[in-house]
């Protein structure tokens, strides 16, 4: 493991902790209604994207249902992420309001194998941590970096809790940064060079 590889675990293992104590220390009357709409730069974005590719939140990561609810309810083409298997390279499939998600590898759902195979030119992305350069840290499996590096048109956004900010985020030549990052209370975009 290179020295980059260790400050980027140890940094995982530390921004889990800090995003899990904070979403458990919200009360259940705020968490019901954080990340209840998209805040308006996001939906001008998700209204000019052809389809919007967005994750399925786990246990801490900051909420997607009523962005994906928000989508349907308005029209907009919804995709999430799919994986056959755990060696397969991620891809995004069509998910509409009335068909059910399934587990999939990586304990995420997902839409059947049978839903249409998309090419999002938007993505809402999970994190662990990002920062004001719109460096971000992701899980650590890579999944986005190759599927951006696929698709380096894509616009990009990550989703975040304001505690996941950190700004020494040890970055590689793979890693793409972020367009925007929202969080709870705050919207941060890229600056233009």
Known sequence: MTELSKLKHALRQ?????????????????????????????????????????????????????????????????AVPYFADNDSQMEFRQHDNEDPLEAGPFHIMQPAGSACVVTPDLLIMPLLAYNARMERLGQGGGHYDRYLAQNPDTKTIGLAWSVQEHDNIPVEAHDVALDMVTTQTSIIERKNA
Do not use: W
Request: net charge positive.
């Open 14 to 78: 530390e921004m889990r902790t800090k995003r899990q104590d904070f979403v458990n220390a919200l009360p259940d009357s705020v968490r019901a209604l954080v990340f209840r709409v998209p805040p308006p730069p996001v939906q001008h974005l998700m209204k000019q994207a052809d389809c919007t590719g967005i994750y399925i939140a786990k246990s801490y990561e900051a909420p997607t249902h009523h962005y994906i609810q928000f989508m349907h309810e308005n029209g907009l083409p919804v």
